[in-house]
């Protein structure tokens, strides 16, 4: 025969509690992703925007605070540590097929060798 606890009222309330709780983060987070976009096109057309030029992007809602460039340590060497890992990264696509073709001249030799 099966078991039956009683009725735990402590238990319904923290459940009922949990799913408010659980409503409320999806009401925010829903906000969250509405509001974030409006707030980074604002804050990406004001940093791209100069006192000569009009705006291209219409205003979807006013800044909060207006952002001030971010001092970066060791900005040049991170630009030229990026610049070089490009080169390289470019000369590896370059050098990838004629590999690819030793390794397929290769396993034919091989595959011939073995047969």
Do not use: N
């Amino acid at each position: 025969m099966e078991d039956i606890k009683p009725f735990d009222a402590e238990l319904l309330a923290r459940v009922q509690s949990l799913h408010r709780e659980i409503e409320q983060k999806t009401l925010e987070i829903t906000s969250l992703r509405r509001a974030t976009p409006q707030e980074a096109a604002s804050l990406f057309q004001q940093s791209c925007t100069t006192s000569t030029a009009e705006p291209t992007l219409p205003e979807v809602a006013p800044a909060p605070a207006i952002v001030e460039p971010i001092e970066i340590p060791r900005e040049v060497e991170i630009k030229e540590t990026f610049t070089q890992g490009m080169k390289l990264l470019k000369d590896l696509k370059k050098g990838v097929p004629a590999t690819s073709a030793k390794l397929e001249r290769a396993k034919e030799v091989v595959t011939h060798v073995y047969s």
